[in-house]
Nanobody, 127 residues
Framework: QVQLVESGGGSVQAGGSLRLSCVAS????????MGWFRQAPGKEREFVAA????????YYAESEKGRFTISRDNAKNTMYLQMNSLKPEDTAVYYC????????????????????WGKGTLVTVSS
């Protein structure tokens, strides 16, 4: 079992930055991948970014590419999402996810088969 706890959300003006953190505990050595999703009010949860735990590859949704950076600190079992140039449309609850498979096809990045979710952290971007 893996437990995920997000932090770092908050309110920021458009153009600002936030860094989200996700601390994983439990059987983290079995986690093949971790990533971030978000869900805006009235919308479905959508993929933001992900990375395999065993390599440095990273994958981003097209709308986040160039603005967001996913990274990790293996020693701390922590994953980060650095978000720059934030826009009001980035307002959402951001969820940490672990497990599953991540990669890319001609259609874009994919991340599916997620085993565990965090409870989310709210990011609000005002114009």
């Amino acid at each position: 079992q893996v437990q995920l706890v997000e932090s770092g959300g908050g309110s920021v003006q458009a153009g600002g930055s936030l860094r989200l953190s996700c601390v994983a505990s439990g059987r983290t050595f079995t986690t093949p991948a971790m990533g971030w999703f978000r869900q805006a009010p009235g919308k479905e949860r959508e993929f933001v970014a992900a990375m395999p735990w065993s390599s440095g590859s990273t994958y981003y949704a097209e709308s986040e590419k160039g603005r967001f950076t996913i990274s990790r600190d293996n020693a701390k079992n922590t994953m980060y999402l650095q978000m720059n140039s934030l826009k009001p449309e980035d307002t959402a609850v951001y969820y940490c996810a672990s497990g599953g498979s991540v990669g890319r096809t001609q259609g874009g990045p994919y991340y599916y088969g997620i085993d565990h979710w965090g409870k989310g952290t709210l990011v609000t971007v005002s114009s």
